[in-house]
Every structure is written in C-alpha cells, then in structure tokens.
C-alpha cells in the first residue's frame, strides 16, 4: 500500500467556525437579547430566500423540526405516514411524537433514498404524509412523489436535515412540500444546535410558528397546545453567517467529491461511488461509498485499516430504523432487503471544505491499496 505522509489525523467532518461567527455571538451578547427575536426572524427570512420558499420557521434542531411539521399538518393517532428505514432514527421517532405509525419501504440502490414505486404500493386508507429523506445530500425523487401524494391527498414533509440547497428537477430541498433542516455541527452549515421549517403554506407556517412557543401568538395568551422549541438569538447569529458560506462550501464538497470519484475510478478501488441522480445537485453531507463483493476487506475491516492510518469515516447508518430495539418492542419486521444490505456495505469518507489536496490524493490511494485485491496490496 502507498503511503503519503500528512501533517494530521484526517476527521470524517469537521465544522468550521470563524471569526466572523464569533463576532456575530458577541454582537448579540452585546445586545442583551439572548433568546428568540430579531436575530431569529433574520435568520428565518435569509433561509427562506436561499431555499426559495415564502416562509421559514426557525427550531431548537432538525428533530423538533419534524415533529412541528408533522403536528401542523395535523398528523396524530391513527395516521401513517410512509417514510425510510436508512436514515437516523429521528425520522421515524417524530412521527412516533405525534402518535402516528412510521410505515417504512425500501430504497432505492443508488440513492440510498425512498423508491416511489414502493410509496405507491404503501398507501392505505390511514396514510396521511409521505416523509422522504434527502440522504447525504442528495435528493429524493419528488417529481414522481409529488405525484403520488396529490393522487391520494398526501402531504409531503422532506426530511431536508442533510441536504441544505440541494437542488432537484429545478427546485430546492424543502421547497416541494414542507421542509425540515437541521444545524447541528456536522452539517453542511450550523448554528451550534437548531433547526428550520420551510414551507409556501402560510398556515403551515403560522402553526408551527404558535406551537415552538407554547402555543402562544400573544405573549401568556395560549391557544393551543405548545412546546418550547424555540431557537435563540445566539444560535441564530451563527447561522445566518455560515449561511452566507453555504454555496461555497457546497461547490467545494462536490469538489472534493469530484476528486474522489475520478481517483478511486483510476486508482481502482473495489468500491461503488456515489451517484449523483439525474436532474439534481448532490451537496454530499456526507460522501459514502459502497464496498463491493470482490473488495479484498469488508466495510468493517477497512473502517480499522483507514483508522490506522488516521483517517476517518463513518457508518451511516449500520442498523436500520425497524430493526432497532424500540421498534423491534413495537413489533416492526419489514422485509427491506435493499435497507439491510446497504446498512452492512456503506461508508463515509472525509468530504468537508477544509479538506487539502494531499489529504484527498491520501484518502483515495489509501482505499485503494486496501480495498483491492491480489499482491498490489
């Protein structure tokens, strides 16, 4: 195996926060308003622009995002709402929140996301939303699951958590039904910890908006019932300054996601790149590959081999959502063959903005020289 020498162990991510960044907390330390305000509905009206929807609605994080969007739509006991069991498990606990029953399909073998085919197939007379999740940052596809949920009257909230302007069939994630982010460290951009709906409803908007605050719309005058899931001023200020860096750092991902491809394809390296669907932008949260069957180790053993080199990676996800134990205890035992495989193949490589040439021409000669066979190794 070749090895390039570089300065430092190689993170699977690694957030940046700059001084820009901490000016923006101290402004609003300065300003003595710490908790939601002005900073907020700021941040909420930039994000909304750059998703291309009319209304934003700024969260605690990516999880109450969900759990808000699937309340205002009015999911509750008794409704199902079809989602996928390759995500993280938050997906499918939000919809457990409301009282509702996550009905889980399988994915497709490329984008790791939901198969409509398989949504269509799904529906019962209890189904109430459709809830595809933008895995890795790449789109699912909604032109044909929009179609879908207007034929049976279905909402559809994106789980956008990892897809933040992410782009498909001309439209932005987050933009076709309601959509839901989250801002924690590792992603494409953060806020330390939050969360954002996004949504062209403006009731859609208003519930959500009442419900994070107690279900207050005036201040101890409380209409419904609520929650605090309110995001700070300070949170806020962070955000609005890593949005302004999000579609460079995005460019410079695909970059680097570019460079992997091209690398591992030359170098050949016994593993199945990402692919990038048609009509869509692929903001590669995360860059994950699959281990194919004639790779000299399996995911496991490479994960050890990488980390030895001090490179990091990471599983996403190593354990579907129905065969945890939670859901396993609620008697989930769906026959996912597509989820199931993919969870025991798949790996994350480094792909942030900070990474360097010699730390990428790194990472893919390292895979290379691990994953293929014969006496090159």
């Known amino acids: 195996m070749t090895v390039i020498e570089t300065k430092a162990p190689i993170p699977v991510a690694r957030p940046f926060i700059g001084q820009e960044e901490k000016e923006a907390v101290l402004r609003v330390m300065a300003s003595g308003q710490l908790a939601q305000g002005k900073e907020v509905a700021a941040f909420e009206a930039e994000f909304a622009l750059a998703c291309g929807v009319g209304y934003a609605v700024a969260v605690t994080n990516g999880t109450t995002a969900l759990h808000l969007a699937l309340l205002a739509h009015g999911i509750g006991p008794g409704d199902e709402v079809i989602t996928s069991s390759f995500s993280f498990i938050a997906t499918a606990n939000s919809i457990l929140y409301t009282g509702a029953r996550p009905v889980f399909v399988d ?31 790449q789109p699912a596809r909604m032109g044909r699951l929009l179609e879908i949920a207007r034929q049976h009257n279905l909402a559809v909230i994106e789980d956008a958590c990892q897809a933040h302007l992410a782009e498909t069939e001309g439209k932005k994630a987050g933009s076709f039904g309601t959509g839901c982010f989250s801002f924690y460290p590792t992603k494409n951009m953060t806020s330390g910890e939050g969360g954002m709906i996004t949504t062209n409803d403006p009731a859609i908007a208003d ?37 302004g860096r999000l579609p460079g750092w995005n460019v410079q991902r695909q970059a680097n996601a570019a460079y992997l491809n091209a690398r591992l394809a030359e170098l050949e390296a016994r593993v199945v790149c990402p692919v990038v669907t048609a009509n869509s932008s692929h903001v590669y949260h995360q860059y994950t590959v699959r281990i194919q069957p004639d790779s000299a180790v399996n995911r496991d053993a490479l994960r050890i081999l990488l980390d030895q080199q001090g490179i990091g990676s990471g599983v ?25 495989q993919a969870a025991g193949e798949v790996l994350s490589l480094p792909v942030y903005p900070g990474l360097t040439l010699q730390e990428l021409e790194f990472i893919a000669r390292t895979v290379a020289g691990a994953t293929r066979p014969g006496p090159a190794n």
């Open 107 to 137: 994915i497709e073998p490329d984008s790791f996301n939901l198969d409509p085919a398989l949504v269509a197939q799904a529906i019962t007379p209890r189904t109430r939303a459709i809830m595809p999740v933008h895995l890795f940052g």
């Open 207 to 243: 519930k959500a908006a009442i419900m994070r605050a107690h279900g207050m719309r005036q201040r101890y005058y409380h209409e419904i019932t609520g929650y605090n899931y309110r995001m700070t001023d300070l949170h806020a200020a962070i955000g609005r300054v890593q949005l």
């Open 316 to 340: 996403y996800y190593p354990v579907p959502i129905h065969r945890q134990a939670v859901y396993q205890e609620r008697g989930y035992d769906d026959y996912l063959p597509l989820t199931e």
